[in-house]
């Protein structure tokens, strides 16, 4: 069943702006040519970027494979029907649609490069979770002596990702083999199909906070994103669902009230500290939502409190089970520095991680940012659900540009920043004539996935 959105919607503003849209993609397509080609120079020649196709972790390998047929036709069919599908269907069908076609795009750009390449093996490699497995016997013990294998000269030291990250990672995929889910392809399939629902959470998040209207305007770009091409099948999906779900639970919080969401929230920022590090940013998002449901917040403190409570109780329980997140997190700087960290040039990807953002994220994410930075520097004549949803984005742009400030993110930001990046698609929602923008979008991810053999 559809429905047509009443007149008074909030709408879009035009402000005369395409032509500076199209100088915004057109500047962002300049910074990742200059990326590719500074970069290739440097790889050529010093060989410390640790890349072989620089920006990304890639190579130059065009191909095709069974996935090929399924993600243009996702892709035609999201361009073609998208924005009228948005606009119509009843709230609860466009987000079971959403993450439907979400799942459909992200696994059809993974099986570019087929089944095993594409998703079986990804997580089975030297560097990955999935190797040590075996270690995880005896949980409560190996959580004891986790920083005791970070270090590069520690002994049996940890694989890059497992001491990259705090235990709760790689402990997702010891429970998942636990209950039989085993190997690769289950590990592929639980990140691709849990962090396809990040979609789902920016969703409601935006109607909860900028209105419906905003919301099912950005739904298009966040379903046709090309930060997919990631998602499938990085851990670094799973990750972003459950980060984003912790600011979408806060933000039902503090728009209606409800503590049971404030808790849950708490809950999932907890966990999300201890997958990632440097996912302690997005505390500015959530900080955001904070702020532009503060008067909710001033009417009920006891949000705050029930935030706080859940945001405890996965610190206290792995505090508790012999786990220290500040020594380890003291001990991967180190190794960081010991490793690629320590020899790729600082100079080269402060700025080459934010062509790494654009690929993830695409022209029409360029021009949607510029329309944000309008609206912020307009925001008295802006009405006030664009402006919620500019200061929204913003926060996330304010966090990704601190974890590229820290250095802690040299190379391979196409999918650690995957929870920041899926933050600046709702800008989206500020273009006029979204078709030709999504299909930026699309043939973007398409060229990507076909010609390059990515890392990840």
Known sequence: ???????????????????????????????????????????????????????????????????????????????AYGPVLASR?????????????????TFSLALIDGWQRGVAVRLTTRYE??????????????????????????????????????????????????????GGGWAGTWCVTVGATACVAVLVTVRALAGEHLARR???????????????????????????????????AVTRGWLAAAGASGLLFGLTCYLSYGLTLIALVAAAVLWLGRQEVRKRPVLLVALLAGAAVVPTAFTLAGFDWWEAYRLLVTRYRQGAGGVRPYAYWVWANLACTVLITGLATAAGLRRTGTVLLRRHSADRATFRLAFLVTAALLALLVADLSGMSKAETERIWLPFALWLFPSCALLPRPRAWLAAQAVLALLLNHLLRTGW
């Open 218 to 252: 950005a739904a298009p770009f966040l379903v046709l994103a090309p930060a997919a091409v990631w998602m499938g099948t990085s851990a670094d999906a799973y990750f972003c669902a459950v980060a984003a779900w912790c600011v979408a639970l806060l933000a039902l």
């Open 89 to 105: 269907l009843r709230w609860r069908a466009l987000l079971l649609t959403a993450w439907a076609t979400c799942l459909a795009w």
């Open 129 to 182: 979770y999935l190797q040590v497995i075996d270690r995880f016997d005896d949980i409560s013990g190996t959580l004891r002596d986790f920083t005791h294998h970070i270090l590069l000269n520690s002994p049996d030291h940890w694989p890059a990702h497992v001491a990259g990250h705090p235990p709760a990672s790689t402990l997702t995929f010891v429970l998942l083999d636990r209950i039989g889910l085993r």
């Open 1 to 79: 069943m559809t429905r047509t959105l009443p007149s008074t919607e909030t709408r879009v503003p035009r402000d005369g702006g395409s032509l500076r849209d199209l100088y915004a993609a057109g500047a962002a397509a300049v910074l990742v040519t200059a990326a590719v080609l500074i970069g290739r120079h440097i790889e050529d020649t010093d060989h410390t970027l640790r890349v072989d196709w620089p920006p990304l972790l890639a190579s130059w390998g065009p191909h095709m494979g069974p996935g090929t047929p399924a993600a243009v036709l996702v892709a035609v069919a999201a361009v």
